[in-house]
């Protein structure tokens, strides 16, 4: 009984915490290289980059740290900002942490806001590679992006409880869609996997110089969302949280190293998740894009939720 309830706190932690960081593999690589060319040390560096980003800064300062420091089971900036100036004497430090506190809160409306827009957009523009629909325009794109986010938001006054116990098992079906067709990938050039070693990152930043650090702007898009870990605590205890993140990162880590080793045999790609999984499983194209398109629509109702708690 204990494990069954173990195991749909996990379930409903995907459907709930890591929607945002869970549809980042939808777009950061493709933007990535829209500023770099994508050169054989230029794409093992920002892969490189990208999984030691989800190491240190989701797995290490939020799953590890952060998710350490709770009031009453409670996460989130609020909370730290509590915690903290109750360590505080001086007024001047408590003023320092009260504005820290606000860029904080601000920074996470602001994902609140462009989540929407970016993963609604950037699934739905995954239609273009579908059969008849080539030549859809830019703008019936954005009229179908527009339509769904109107919807969600639109459904908000409607209450979401009635459809937020199918969100877990949807994102369980993503996460491992990401992961299969990852390995699959990998499997064909398994060089991607020198990416573990921090050392071409570090070279990748050294060679690109300041288009490099303009780069990191992009690939810290890979870790939007890992605020979710600690702020959603209250919701749903830091255990399952953490246990879902072992999971969530083993298929977001794969997934990724899956889309270099595509790009580094085929570097014209530029939709770079949905050309990878239609290049392997033609067949399950369109169930796959109806999936991103659940997947970013559950990240954007996460990311609201998270900016009105």
Not at 139 to 165: D, N
Not at 243 to 270: C, D, H, M
Not at 277 to 286: A, D, P, Q, R, S
Request: aromatic fraction near 10%.
């Amino acid at each position: 009984m204990e494990k069954q309830s173990q195991t749909k706190g996990i379930i409903r932690s995907l459907g709930l915490v890591f929607g945002d960081i869970g549809t980042s593999p939808i777009y950061t690589i493709t933007v990535v290289f829209l500023l770099l060319k994508p050169t054989h040390d230029n794409v093992i560096g920002v892969l490189s980059l990208i999984v030691w980003t989800l190491l240190t800064l989701v797995t290490v300062q939020y799953a590890w740290l952060a998710m350490s420091l709770s009031r009453r089971g409670e996460g989130g900036t609020i909370v730290l900002k509590e915690i903290l100036t109750s360590l505080l004497s001086s007024k001047r430090s408590a003023g320092i942490v009260l504005i820290i506190s606000i860029v904080g809160i601000s920074l996470l409306i602001g994902d609140g806001v462009i989540t929407p827009a970016i993963s609604i957009l950037s699934a739905v523009e995954g239609s273009r590679l579908m059969p008849g629909l080539e030549g859809i325009s830019k703008t019936a794109i954005i009229l179908i992006a527009s339509m769904i986010a109107i919807v969600l938001f639109v459904f908000q006054s409607k209450g979401t409880e009635k459809v937020a116990g199918a969100f877990g098992p949807i994102m369980v079906i993503w996460f491992t869609s990401l992961a299969t067709v990852g390995i699959l990938s990998i499997l064909e050039s398994p060089e991607i996997l020198k990416a573990f070693n921090p050392y071409y990152g570090i070279q990748f930043l050294s060679d690109n110089g300041f288009i490099g650090f303009i780069a990191l702007g992009e690939i810290i898009l890979c870790a939007t969302g890992g605020e979710a870990l600690y702020a959603d605590m209250g919701h749903l205890g830091g255990k399952p949280i953490r246990q879902a993140w072992s999971g969530v990162f083993i298929a977001l880590v794969l997934n990724y190293l899956g889309q270099g080793a595509f790009l580094l045999r085929y570097p014209e790609t530029k939709t770079m998740l949905f050309e990878m999984v239609l290049h392997y499983t033609k067949g399950l194209y369109i169930p796959f894009l109806l999936l991103s398109i659940a997947a970013t629509v559950i990240a954007s109702q996460a990311m609201i939720s998270g900016m009105f708690s």
